[in-house]
């Protein structure tokens, strides 16, 4: 029996690990398909604090994982597929079944990507799919935001005090954002909205994106960019559960603070319905996550 079983090795799981490791909970993290979750598709985190320079992503989760293992945190590679979260089970996709006291959902939730075949080259040479994470590398420089809701709307307002062009990619004929966002976005002189327009690749080179080609009404043509961030949504990644948590509209799970309906169960990160979606978030959900779990387990006994 497992005493607190983490599913999902981002930075919530990882900093989960840790201190479940310190209280002596034995903690087993199963990493998932993509270990150090999604920090790891970006390249430079500023915005963690301890780094004076910053921290290269993949370091930074390379640096939590070897302290949670250092503390007796065992990691394994894996996915769970199914699970039965009132007894506390879990079915990995190699068919072998774990049993825990408390559980920690730590799986994160992935951006929504376009499936270009360029898009997926540039991942981290100029393509992001979060302009707070790396809005900063782009000052004084041209960038593109796809996508039409709120959330695109704020990543190109975000972007605006930093780029010298923002542009607005919009398939549909209008903005789906609220009126206060369109507002916003149209009264900002360095933001250029192209309505009816897709994208059809992305060009770069050894060096990065230097640009994308793009299609309104037929017409073709390309606008030089330096960065190429996409809003177009995320997904979270709680299908594994079958409906045994409850979600908000847009898939996130519910709770309260990270407690969710299911007594010992917990969630943490970006799969949790929250305001905010970063790595030093998800991070402070993964402790608050790891001392409830490490209550419920003295509470229990």
């Known amino acids: 029996m497992i005493k607190c079983l983490i599913i999902g090795g981002g930075p919530a799981g990882c900093t989960a690990a840790i201190y479940a490791a310190r209280a002596a909970m034995d903690p087993v993290v199963i990493e998932g398909p993509e270990p150090g979750g999604q920090l790891t598709t970006t390249t430079l985190v500023e915005n963690y604090p301890g780094f004076k320079n910053g921290i290269d992503a993949n370091e930074l989760m390379f640096a939590m994982k070897a302290q949670a293992e250092n503390l007796g ?7 769970v597929v199914s699970c039965d979260l009132a007894a506390k089970t879990f079915t990995l996709e190699d068919g072998s079944v774990l049993e825990a006291q408390t559980v920690v959902v730590a799986t994160g939730a992935s951006a929504k990507y376009l499936g270009l075949p360029s898009e997926k080259k540039f991942r981290g040479l100029g393509v992001s799919a979060c302009a707070t994470c790396d809005g900063f590398f782009y000052r004084g420089r041209k960038v ?11 990543e190109a307002m975000y972007l605006s005090g930093l780029a010298k ?4 990619i919009v398939r ?4 789906r954002a609220s009126q206060a966002s369109q507002a916003r976005v149209f009264a900002t002189p360095n933001i250029t909205v192209h309505f009816e327009t897709v994208t059809r690749e992305i060009l ?4 990065g994106v230097t640009g994308a080609r793009f299609e309104k009404n037929g017409e073709v043509f390309d606008i030089a ?5 996409l809003a177009i949504g995320r997904h979270p990644n709680a299908e594994w559960l079958g409906g045994q948590l409850e979600t ?5 799970i519910v709770s309260d603070g990270v407690k969710t ?3 010992g169960v917990f969630v943490a990160g970006d799969v949790r319905g929250t305001d905010f979606r970063q790595a030093i978030t998800a991070a402070a959900d993964g402790c608050r996550a790891a001392l409830e779990a490490e209550k419920y387990l003295k509470n229990e006994l």
Do not use: I, Q, W
Not at 73 to 79: D, L, N, P, S, T
Not at 165 to 168: D, K, L, Q
Not at 248 to 252: A, I, K, L, M, V
């Open 225 to 229: 960019l330096d960065g190429f961030f």
């Open 144 to 154: 593109a935001v796809v996508g039409g809701g709120d959330t695109a709307c704020e």
């Open 261 to 263: 309906a299911v007594p």
């Open 165 to 168: 062009e923002v542009h607005m």
């Open 73 to 79: 945190a065992k990691f394994m590679r894996g996915r």
């Open 204 to 207: 770069g080179d050894e060096s």
């Open 248 to 252: 908000d509209e847009n898939g996130y």
């Open 172 to 175: 549909k004929p209008f903005l």
